[in-house]
């Protein structure tokens, strides 16, 4: 089937009269409409969807949705700097990608500290490749959206970390599960297959010239300290389209595999929650969990990937461990999910629930690197060090105020302000901070320790079937 988009009213007139939020409407409703297009006929090839590409008020939006802090790639061009005659460099922009002229840049690698020594690499790409990965990814979100499986959490509209872990915490509780897999893929973004990634985006585009610039971004290479390197794995983490990327790959090697195939042969209840290449799965009988990371192993290495031996586990956690003391078995009682430790934990009134906690591992991590970030904020005053505090602790507030994680998060608030009032007691060789006037001045400006994200789900028994507590 040919699906038309240059004929079905997806390109818009250029006016110079319409104000820029009215354009912006009508460029979303056309991506929306595209959208229900793709999910009422899901079997169909979309064979021309260049026209949507090289839109210039399509790139138009795509710059204004751009943040202009963001550090520069190889061309060194930020926002601003596109910005001087814009229409013009987006009239250019658009002629190029039309007449397949356009070929991003390599991306600048960069690297950003882990907390324990260790680096992670980011790929930084040049503005013009944020404005044409920003529309491409838009649209294969927009293709693949309605196609993707409910067991997937990550880098989806709608979609958060907080409700992967609210699901895990439903399928253990309400699903009985005793047996739970967690496991990670070893360097996902680095190994990642471009003729099997390929391959899976063809099973949805039809149009050549769109795969061609898909391929030109995987092909791109990396520039580090001057030299070039050719890219002939991977997607590079820090790109617009690299998440869109890794969800269609993931989607085809494992979301699908474990629901329409490996679930159905498990003798009990089998559950799959995936946030971009974390995933867990739970399990109602041992044996299904221990063919699961049988086959998954397997299943990985037809698409040239492996599994983090150190992060894969399979654990006994559910219900049943309850009433169960640490010395009566020696199997581990936790795991860890998205930054936090779920351990087994009690209810007030002595029922099951899923405890979580702020990951040791993690709190550690991001003290060092607070330290070292105010460490550095001394020159520039203690009125930025307190500025960025404020920041960084809403931040982790608005991640980890998790329903049961009250104490890791004060926790965490107390170890921070322990750190500022060190830094700035250090900005001279004079101590010029006491305890007493730090608590009476700056503390109060410092946010609280609360609990944002209610993660605990109904239990099973009061949603039944004419249940009055629903």
């Known amino acids: 089937m040919r699906v038309e988009q240059r004929g079905g009213g ?132 927009a293709i693949w959206e309605p196609e993707f499986r409910d067991c997937s959490f990550g880098f989806r509209p709608g979609r958060s970390a907080h409700d992967a872990l609210r699901r895990v915490a439903e399928v253990i509780t309400n699903g009985r599960t005793q047996w739970f897999v967690e496991a990670d893929i070893k360097g996902f973004f680095d190994h990642l297959s471009h003729s099997h990634l390929m391959e899976f985006l063809e099973h949805r585009i039809g149009d050549p010239n769109l795969l061609r610039i898909v391929r030109r971004f995987l092909k791109a290479g990396i520039m580090e300290d001057g ?44 559950y799959l929650i995936r946030y971009a290449d974390d995933y867990v799965a739970c399990f109602e009988h041992e044996g299904d969990a221990r063919a699961f990371l049988t086959k ?19 654990l006994r956690f559910g219900s049943d461990q309850l009433g169960r003391t640490r010395a009566e078995t020696s199997e581990p009682r936790t795991f860890s999910f998205l930054g936090f ?48 505090l404020i920041r960084h602790l809403r931040g982790h507030i608005q991640y980890y105020g998790v329903s049961g994680n009250s104490r890791g998060v004060s926790g965490y608030l107390y170890a921070a302000t322990g750190l500022l009032f060190k830094w700035l007691n250090r900005r ?18 410092l946010p609280t320790a609360r609990i944002i994200h209610d993660l605990y789900p109904v239990p099973w028994w009061k949603t039944q079937a004419g249940s009055r507590m629903v």
């Not at 020594?117 to 490749?129: A, Q, T």
């Not at 192993?297 to 586990?313: G, H, I, M, Y």
């Open 10 to 141: 997806l390109r818009q007139r250029k006016s110079e009269t319409r104000p820029y939020t009215e354009r912006t409407l009508t460029v979303t409703s056309k991506l929306e409409r595209f959208t229900l297009k793709a999910r009422a006929e899901p079997h169909t090839r979309f064979t021309s969807l260049m026209g949507m590409l090289f839109d210039p008020e399509g790139l138009r939006e795509s710059f204004e949705r751009q943040n202009g802090r963001k550090a520069p790639g190889v061309d060194g061009v930020r926002k601003d700097d596109y910005a001087v005659g814009l229409d013009a460099r987006l009239e250019d922009l658009s002629a190029r990608i039309r007449r397949l002229g356009y070929r991003p840049l390599p991306v600048r690698r960069t690297y950003i500290p882990k907390g324990d020594g260790r680096y992670r690499p980011l790929g930084v790409p040049s503005f013009e490749d944020r404005l044409v990965q920003d529309r491409l990814s838009r649209i294969l979100q």
């Open 227 to 270: 030299a070039f390197t050719a890219s002939e794995e991977g997607a590079p983490q820090g790109g617009l389209v690299s998440p869109v990327l890794s969800n269609i790959y993931l989607h085809y090697v494992l979301d699908l595999w474990f629901e329409k195939r490996f679930a159905g042969m498990c003798t009990g209840r089998a």
């Open 296 to 314: 998954m192993t397997a299943r990985l290495a037809q698409f040239d990937l492996e599994v983090e031996p150190s992060k894969t586990a399979l």
């Open 341 to 388: 430790t779920h351990y087994v934990g009690k209810s007030r009134t002595g029922r099951f629930v899923v405890g979580r906690k702020t990951d040791g591992k993690r709190v550690r991590k991001k003290l060092a690197l607070l330290n070292e970030r105010l460490r550095g904020l001394r020159a520039q005053g203690g009125r930025a060090m307190v500025a960025y």
């Open 428 to 445: 001279s060789q004079r101590r010029s901070l006491t305890w007493k006037r730090f608590y009476a001045v700056i503390k109060p400006m």
